[in-house]
């Protein structure tokens, strides 16, 4: 036994006064430290490491008050990244047998206090094999030492698997893309819920999950729901977090998606697809799957737990849902294994085949592309030697999976690197000195951890099994952070004889930075008899849970696999969940889970009265964001239906119908009406090429009032069924020109007629030429419109300054901002109290006074409606009662858009009627009159609006 070992053994024992079963494992490890000891020079002093410290657990503190739930993996890669780049222009390089006594110290110390039973750790340098270890025992019952080729289960790090195998097949494919809406690469439709989403999501959203759907990952662990079901029935009745793209929400279920896009675009299943493409390319040859082929794989490490304080074995058939997330989280490899994948992802695409034995006549497959030219003096053996390193994927390829989602925002103090994290590795960060690259997983039994500094090309991979929880985050960042000082030649800040209190301390800060447990204690009785409980409670998306009484017990059924024994607890109406039976034991049971305070499940009945029966239980534990309800009379969720009509965003006419319910105000629209930035700004940029002027003032003509485009000088006019992307006005009135010339000597581009919400045109699609004259460099909007009048005051004729508007189309759900927010356009919460610029308001009042409009020169609220009849009387006395002066079909979706947009508004109405608001009344509002004033009196509009574009400073 070495002299870790002993120590390792004597510490712990008493200390922890732990079961004998975990001392067995550290006596049957195989652990080999180097011949040579560690001198004490090597090592850092405490008082060292209390500096280093102190900075790492500030930084760590302010996360932990920022990062809710993910405090922990934040912690992890906080620490990584603090410590990685505190070492000055080291260099990476080999190891001296010192520093491997060095390292298997620390290693075995960590292995000691978090109790970790088997671990497996690779380093690479340079595209080169630093260091490739196994320690302790990788199974307990044949005593097999761990080694290099054991193999680990990584959960989630199975997603960088995936993303590069969907680069791979992306990359054959003309048309797809990360982005391309995945109901075109499957072909068959998506069932999600909220509106857009089903239309919209990519294979980015899931993989950088910002889809905003709750996790129900619980369904592949416990219940016997296929694929189809799940795709077809419960996804879309999955509970929303946040908007769609919002933020960052944990999801992993929507990785079956993801699986169905592979089989798609490869024509095979995703995890043979996944062999073939990247494992077998790369030489990664251990490689199994956790649900299917892993326990017949005789490297494998066994799975193991703590319960009570002693080590247990995760029985391989509680992996058996993994199934379904198979995409993110079943892939089990070793150490040797994750040496070629660092390599790979370090050399940009290459593999190490310095090892491999092909014969240029037998394999000319493999050195396709790499030879070099020959001429008579190259010998076969250095053609060969020019295919060591060989490009096995293409860079950018690669590359395609590093592209974060949406850039930090420059000095943002704001976590967005993982609010937001990359697509593929999921965390990338750019530290002071090294792009960082980060990405850990956890299965029950195991745990994994890589670390690249891409920059660096030096990389590190942990596994090992054991618990699971904020003491095995700390233990492999701990590990990893270690190494890589190592590596680079830094003075690592923590060592073997402090890494033990270091890992305390952090298990502790995650801890205490996890929401704290409801406090409840077992009872030996319920407040009810136990038949009040019984019945089945559904849930749409999470399917069915059955509360059984069995004896003097009540139990709760979950699926296939889900066995759970409710203890009456000393709340009223609320049991202790716990596992009785089967391969499930893990989730209410084992030490790590139960630290986290008692499984709970909460009944109530709708009336909250202690007398009735409980109609609804609540089990919070199935998901880590929102508690399911499930209950014995369930509503159905209303689901947004998708739009059928294919009606692409960027087509020229869409009829799309807009189906308000009263009660929900859901209004069905395809989210193909968004057109992209990029489709906007080439709309923009084509426009601008067929003129020299870069106008910066934009005006919207109304009603009969195009006549101003008349006016403008050295004009070109853009007919909007040129612009593809413009919605055609249909509305007698409106020309749908765009013109661009010169107004009072200055650039303006001008619309000569609207579109309207009224004609079939979901409102985003109105918000179209305002981003694209956004995209030309306007600055400042000039709205008009026809408006009937409201304020009794008011006379036909009269020109009313806009001084604000009441949305009341938005009161039902129509907004042009509804839907994934761009912020290359604008906020997502855009202000709106100053919308319509009160200088603009000021400078019509000034010149209309000066032009002797006063006496029919209003300033008043405009209210749209939308349409296409006019008021009722009694809407016209409401409008009138909200303080509405002019009310119309219009601008209100224009403004939002300019305004979201960064840009400065100024409307006016013209008075064309006034509207009826006495019942008796046989006055009738008529389209005819509204165009007969525009007539009368648009010269006069046109007038003012000249005058204002003159004295205007752009
Ligand atoms: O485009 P605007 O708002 O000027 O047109 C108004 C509203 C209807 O389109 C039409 C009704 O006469 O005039
Ligand atoms: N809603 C509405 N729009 C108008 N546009 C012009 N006149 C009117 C009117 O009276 N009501």
Redesign the pocket.
Same mark, same amino acid.
């Given at each position: 036994m070495s002299e870790a070992q002993r120590s390792a053994q004597s510490i712990f024992a008493p200390a922890q006064g732990l079961a004998n079963d975990w001392l067995e494992f550290f006596n049957a490890r195989a652990v080999q430290p180097a011949a040579a000891a560690a001198t004490e020079d090597d090592v850092r002093g405490p008082g060292q490491l209390d500096n280093s410290l102190h900075s790492v657990l500030t930084i760590t503190t302010m996360t932990l008050a920022t990062s809710g739930a993910k405090g922990a993996a934040m912690v992890t890669l906080l620490l990584v990244a603090m410590t990685v780049v505190c070492v000055p222009g080291a260099q990476p390089r080999s190891f001296t047998q010192t520093e491997i006594a060095q390292l298997d110290r620390f290693v075995m110390e960590v292995m000691r206090c978090a109790r970790i039973p088997a671990l497996s750790l690779s380093l690479v340098s340079d595209d080169d094999v630093v260091y490739e270890k196994g320690y302790g025992t990788a199974n307990p019952t044949t005593r097999t030492p761990t080694t290099k080729d054991t193999v680990f289960c990584l959960g989630s790090f199975t997603q960088s698997f995936t993303s590069v195998l969907l680069a791979d097949l992306l990359s054959r494919n003309e048309n797809k893309t990360f982005e391309t809406p995945l109901r075109d690469i499957m072909g068959s439709r998506i069932h999600l819920p909220g509106h857009y989403r089903a239309d919209l999501v990519n294979l980015k959203d899931i993989l950088s999950m910002r889809t905003g759907l709750s996790n129900m990952d619980i369904i592949a662990t416990a219940v016997g729901v296929n694929r189809y079901r799940l795709m077809e029935q419960n996804l879309r009745f999955a509970p929303e977090v946040t908007s769609f793209r919002e933020s960052y929400v944990f999801n992993e279920i929507l990785f079956s998606l993801v699986e169905e896009a592979a089989r798609a675009l490869g024509g095979n299943t995703w995890y043979r697809l996944l062999r073939q493409h990247v494992f077998n390319r790369l030489g990664m040859e251990n490689v199994a799957f956790v649900h299917m082929d892993a326990k017949e794989n005789n490297k494998l490490a066994s799975p193991v737990h703590s319960l009570n304080g002693k080590p247990v074995q995760v029985p391989m058939d509680a992996y058996k849902g993994q199934e379904l997330v198979a995409a993110a989280s079943s892939v089990c490899a070793s150490a040797s294994d994750m040496t070629r994948w660092m390599q790979f992802i370090l050399s940009g695409g290459k593999k190490d085949d310095s090892q491999a034995k092909y014969s240029l006549t037998k394999d000319p497959e493999h050195f396709a592309g790499h030879l070099a030219p020959r001429d008579a003096s190259t010998t076969r053996r250095e053609e060969i030697m020019r295919v060591r390193r060989l490009q096995v994927m293409r860079r950018d390829v690669l590359q395609n999976t590093f592209q974060p989602v949406q850039p930090r925002p420059r000095g943002s103090t704001r976590l967005t690197g993982f609010s937001q994290p990359d697509i593929q590795v999921s965390y990338t960060r750019e530290s002071n000195r090294y792009a960082f690259v980060s990405q850990e997983g956890s299965l029950p039994g195991y745990e994994s951890l890589i670390t690249l500094l891409v920059d660096r090309k030096a990389g590190v991979f942990t596994a090992f099994t054991g618990d699971g929880g904020a003491r095995a985050y700390a233990a492999k960042t701990l590990i990893n952070t270690f190494a890589l000082d190592m590596l680079l030649q830094g003075n690592p800040w923590v060592d073997s004889t402090s890494v033990c209190h270091v890992m305390d301390t952090m298990t502790d800060m995650t801890r205490r930075s996890e929401p704290h447990p409801t406090r409840v204690s077992a009872m030996s009785e319920p407040i009810r008899p136990l038949e009040d409980y019984e019945g089945t409670y559904r849930h749409y998306g999470y399917g069915d849970v059955f509360i059984r009484r069995n004896g003097s017990e009540l139990h709760l059924e979950y699926g296939e696999l889900g066995r759970y024994i409710l203890t009456p607890s000393s709340r009223n109406d609320t049991f202790i969940i716990q596992a009785n039976s089967g391969p499930l034991w893990y989730t209410t049971n084992a030490d790590e889970y139960r630290s986290k305070g008692p499984y709970l499940a909460f009944f109530d009945n709708r009336y909250n009265d202690p007398e009735r029966r409980p109609e609804t239980v609540t089990i919070p534990f199935f998901s880590s964001d929102i508690a399911p309800v499930f209950s014995k009379h369930p509503v159905r969720p209303v689901e947004s239906e998708q739009e059928d009509v294919e009606c692409d965003a960027c087509a020229n006419f869409i009829s799309v119908p807009l189906i308000l319910t009263a009660a929900m105000s859901t209004m069905v629209v395809s989210l193909r009406n968004h057109c992209t930035y990029d489709d906007l700004k080439k709309a923009a940029d084509s426009i601008l090429s067929k003129t020299k002027y870069r106008p910066k003032i934009g005006i919207i003509c $109304?009603?009969g009032l195009g006549h101003l485009g008349e006016l403008v000088e050295d004009r070109i006019a853009i007919p909007y069924k040129d612009i593809p992307i413009f919605p055609i006005s249909t #509305?007698p009135g @409106?020309e749908g020109k765009l013109i661009i010339g010169t107004l009072e000597g200055k650039a303006v581009v001008l619309m000569q007629g609207?579109s309207?919400t009224y004609e079939g045109y979901p409102t985003q699609k109105i918000a179209v030429p305002v981003r694209t004259m956004k995209l030309m460099g306007v600055e400042i909007l000039f709205v008009t419109?026809?408006a009937g009048g409201i304020n009794p005051g008011y006379a036909v004729g009269d020109l009313m300054i806009i001084k604000d508007h009441i949305n009341i189309a938005g009161f039902a759900g129509i907004n042009p901002l509804i839907g994934p927010n761009d912020d290359r356009f604008g906020v997502r919460f855009p202000p709106m109290s100053n919308a319509y610029d009160i200088e603009l308001r000021n400078l019509a009042k000034k010149l209309g006074k000066e032009m002797g409009f006063e006496s029919f020169l209003r300033e008043g609220v405009y209210s749209m409606l939308v $349409?296409p009849n006019f008021e009722t009387v009694s809407e016209c006395l409401l409008l009138r009662k909200l303080g509405s002066d002019a009310t $119309?079909?219009?601008?209100v979706p224009e403004v939002l858009t300019a305004k979201h947009a960064g840009m400065r508004v100024f409307g006016m109405s013209l008075i064309t009627n006034k509207v009826v608001s006495e019942y008796d009344s046989e006055v009738m509002a008529s @389209?005819e009159e #509204?165009l007969e004033t525009g007539k009368k009196r648009s010269e006069d509009l046109q007038a003012l609006v000249s005058a204002m574009v003159k004295n205007l400073k752009v």
């Open positions: $109304g009603s #509305v @409106h609207r309207h419109n026809a $349409g $119309g079909m219009s601008t @389209h #509204v």
